[in-house]
């Protein structure tokens, strides 16, 4: 069992800035890759940010680079996407998802969240 809470989303104006944070029970944080994806109606999911176990992998989708920062804190059991220079383009729901690997996460996650609401008003 795994479970993955967020927290954080809103509703902010374009240019601001908002802090999703990802708790994590059920299974050793230290050792799963964690990540974010987005949905928006209408859309396909992707995948904005991931970061391995470690940390010493992360990725980021081209639409995010330069203004979300993935980290994560191990001894905490969280993963946070810090969300800068929002545009109204980012408004969707955002779900933290867990694998054992980047790679194997961005392909499909074998935990979700249960999403947090990101609105972004002009």
């Known amino acids: 069992q795994v479970q993955l809470v967020e927290s954080g989303g809103g509703l902010v104006q374009a240019g601001g800035s908002l802090r999703l944070s990802c708790a994590t029970a059920?299974?050793?944080?230290?050792?799963?890759?964690m990540g974010w994806f987005r949905q928006a109606p209408g859309k396909e999911r992707e995948c904005v940010a991931a970061?391995?176990?470690?940390?010493?992998?992360?990725y980021y989708h081209d639409a995010v680079k330069g203004r979300f920062t993935i980290s994560r804190d191990n001894a905490k059991n969280t993963v946070v996407l810090q969300m800068n220079s929002l545009k109204v383009e980012d408004t969707a729901v955002y779900y933290c998802?867990?694998?054992?690997?980047?790679?194997?996460?961005?392909?499909?996650?074998?935990?979700w969240g249960q999403g947090t609401q990101v609105t972004v008003s002009s």
């Open positions: 059920g299974r050793n944080f230290r050792n799963y890759a």
């Open positions: 998802a867990l694998d054992h690997t980047v790679r194997l996460l961005r392909i499909g996650p074998d935990y």
């Open positions: 970061i391995s176990e470690s940390g010493g992998t992360i």
